[in-house]
Structures are given as C-alpha cells and as structure tokens.
C-alpha cells in the first residue's frame, strides 16, 4: 500500500499546456490531488522561456507566438499572466531581397518587378500566374495551383525540402492547403483576432497556473521513475502515444530541429533585424529561419539573442511528418488508447498532430469536461456555470 506522499487521483505527465490546463482544470474544479511530473527540468513544455546567459529572454525550443480566436483559451489563460500585445511578422530572403510573408502585394511587386495598384489588380496578377490542377495530389501542386511556379520555386520549395527533408511533391497537399495569400500590404503573419505574448514570460504563466494547493510539481522526473511507486487511478498522458505503448507497433516518426544561438551587443536597445522571423527558403544557406527574440518579448535590452534553426532527422519529437503511413500508425495506437479508461490523451505527443499553443489549451479543456462528465464528476466549474435560480 503506498504511503499518502504516493497517492493521488491523478498522475498528470508533462508540464506543458496538455498537462499545466487538465492539470489546473482537475485539481481546481473537481478537488482532486493531481501529481505533475516531466522528464525535463522546468515546466511550460516546448513554450519553455528564461533569460540567457546576457539576461536576454529567449524561447528554449524556437519561437513561440500566442494568437488564437478563442474566446475561452484566452479567459483561462489570463487568470495566470498578463498580456503584451505582439503582431507577428516574418520576412523572406530571396535572391538578396526582403520580402513579406504570406505573400502580399508587396511580395510580389518586390519579386516579379511588377507595379500593382489595387487589391484587384493583384488578385488578378496572381490568377494569372496560377496554374489550376484538375487535383491536387500533394502540396507542390497545391502551391503552384494558388500562385504559380516562379513563387513556389523561390519561396516554398527549398524551405520545404530543408524542413521535411522530403520534396513538396511527397508531401500531403494538406500541408500547404491554406497557404493564405493577401492582395493588399497586411503583413501580419496571422490573422486571429487575439495576437498577445504573456507580458512575463511562458514560464511565469506555467508557475502560476501550477500554484494550486491540490498540485504537486515533480521536474526532473521520467512517467518510469514514478510508475511504481505513484498511485494514482486516473493518468493524463501528453507524452508520445508510441512511447506509452513501449512503441509496441513501431515508432511514429517525427522532425526535429536544433538551434543555434548567436547574442550581439546593441547598445541603446537597437533590434539586430527589422521583423522577428527571416525565413530562408534557399537550400544552399542550411539553416531555415533565424528569429530574433526581444522582437517577441519587447524586452529592451543592450544585447539581442538571436536563434538560428537547422532541421534535422535526430533529436526531440518536434513536428510529426505528414505522411499517409505515419497517420495508419498512429491510429493504430489510438485504438489502443481507447480501450485504457484510465488514461487520458492530450497534447500534440499524444495525439500525434502538429497543434498550435491555443488548440492544445482548448483540446485539453474540452477533454477534462469530458472526462468529468462520463464520470458524473460535479465540480465548480459547473456549479459556476449553471444558471441562476430563478
Ligand atoms: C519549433 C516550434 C515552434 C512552435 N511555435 C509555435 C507558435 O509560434 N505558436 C503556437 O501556438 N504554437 C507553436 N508551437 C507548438 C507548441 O509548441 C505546442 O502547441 C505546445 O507546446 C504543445 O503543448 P503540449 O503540452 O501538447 O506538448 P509539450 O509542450 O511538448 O509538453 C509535453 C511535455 O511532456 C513531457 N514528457 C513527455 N513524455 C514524458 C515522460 N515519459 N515522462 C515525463 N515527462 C514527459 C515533455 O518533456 C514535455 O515537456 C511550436 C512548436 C515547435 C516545435
């Protein structure tokens, strides 16, 4: 019988957003004793940040941009943190010049030399260089059949090859359908109505969410080292499926990235690049992107920290690869979940999927509501939702 230190109702594994809101949600509005643990030494998952060596705040694995439409993800998550309001953008160096991205009217009067006067006559110069395709077999001919084969070799092709080390034309068609194009100069790389940076950090947004008397936080800490001696009758697994299920059907394969950091003096607080993001869709240069963080923070600083990211097969599980095969596998290992009651799958890991920070917070409230509900858990959440008696 394990002592009271091991026993809770529910074993939540990995700190990140899956973990921190069903964490958050379970031990707040249910009463339950939640235990967090990660294998890694901090919580926030891969939204991670801290100051670096220079005391610039850099994201631990790239950047991270919040932004979302939904009205709920955001009134969680302003209990925990303040906001700074943060538009994105990202630029790309083609053949010498800087251009914006998504494509935008000056993208193409920059690329093509062209002197395009309206929103019309943009659409139809862009209509004009489009090649439409009966079908659309993969995410070349989704890209060529929006804007043409000049734009899509410049600017997506060699990103693309560099990211998945596979040619767009193996890729899904899926991965680039909602390529979005402007015809206007927004040069706002998202769209979403809500476009803040948590004013103190990811991290400080984590430990507040965290903080609750029900919650305890093991860092540092494998599902393994603990999966003895914890009891606990409930699991919330945002790990990878496969690694759950000792990759028993094989592993689902994912892309990684590393980084490389470069900080330069700039006194008086100057910004080393003119947008957050380059983007470098030429295969010669072999890193894709470099961002520059106090773009994102608005910290002002007399040092900036750049990162520059490399694409690589090894190293942690960052972007699942979108491959008709790779998705059978882990439907395959879903149907496996399904029979576990016990355990609940949440996050990007364990549903195999490439989500945003936003979706991730929404799936995992959603999930912790449903889990609830099949159980006939009441908690003051529905109690704070049931309307008023009459
Ligand atoms: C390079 C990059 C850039 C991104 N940029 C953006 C962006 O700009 N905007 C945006 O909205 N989203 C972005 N994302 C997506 C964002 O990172 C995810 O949506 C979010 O981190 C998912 O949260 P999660 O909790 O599902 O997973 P994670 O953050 O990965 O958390 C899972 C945690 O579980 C822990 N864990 C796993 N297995 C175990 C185990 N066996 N034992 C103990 N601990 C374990 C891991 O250490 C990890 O900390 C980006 C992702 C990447 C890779």
């Not at 092709?157 to 998945?164: A, D, L």
């Not at 991730?360 to 003051?380: F, M, P, S, T």
Request: aromatic share 10%.
């Amino acid at each position: 019988m394990p002592s009271p230190e091991h026993r809770f109702d529910v074993l939540v594994v990995g700190a990140g957003f899956a973990g921190g809101v069903c964490a958050r949600r379970m031990a707040e509005d249910y009463g339950l004793r939640v235990l967090v643990i990660d294998r890694r030494p901090h919580v926030a998952g891969n939204a991670h940040d801290a100051p670096d060596e220079h005391g610039v705040l850099i994201h631990t694995y790239g950047p991270h941009i919040f932004h979302t439409n939904a009205g709920k993800v955001t009134d969680f998550l302003s209990r925990f943190t303040e906001w700074l309001p943060y538009e994105h953008r990202v630029w790309a160096e083609v053949d010498g010049r800087i251009v914006p991205l998504p494509i935008n009217r000056r993208t193409i009067q920059a690329l093509h030399g062209v002197e395009l006067g309206t929103e019309e006559e943009t659409a139809a110069y862009l209509a004009s260089l489009a090649e439409p395709r009966a079908t659309l077999q993969n995410s070349e001919d989704s890209v060529v059949a929006k804007v043409g084969r000049d734009l899509y070799e410049r600017l997506f092709r060699g990103y693309t090859r560099k990211q998945w080390a596979l040619d767009p034309s193996e890729l899904h068609a899926q991965v680039t359908a909602r390529l979005p194009v402007r015809f206007n100069d927004d040069d706002r790389y998202f769209g979403d109505s809500f476009q803040q940076m948590p004013a103190a950090g990811f991290t400080t947004m984590f430990e507040r969410m965290l903080d609750h008397p029900n919650i305890e936080l093991r860092l540092g800490t494998e599902y393994e080292d603990v999966r003895a001696e914890v009891e606990a009758a409930q699991i919330v697994w945002t790990g990878p499926i496969d690694e759950f299920f000792g990759y028993r059907l094989g592993r689902l394969p994912y892309r990684s990235l590393h980084f490389e950091r470069e900080t330069r003096a700039t006194p008086g607080g100057r910004l080393v690049q003119p947008v957050a993001v380059i983007n470098y869709p030429n295969e010669r240069i072999p890193y894709t992107r470099v961002t520059e963080f106090r773009h994102l923070t608005g910290q002002v600083h007399d040092f900036s920290t750049l990162t520059y990211e490399y694409p690589t097969a090894e190293g942690d599980p960052y972007y699942p690869i979108p491959r008709p095969e790779n998705r059978e596998l882990y439907h395959r290992y879903e149907a496996l979940a399904a029979e576990r009651d016990d355990v609940l799958f949440v996050g990007r890991l364990a549903r195999y999927q490439y989500l945003n920070m936003d979706q991730v917070v929404a799936q995992a409230l959603v999930a912790v509501e449903r889990w609830a509900a099949a159980r006939g858990l009441a908690g003051a959440l529905a109690e704070r939702t049931l309307p008023e008696a009459a």
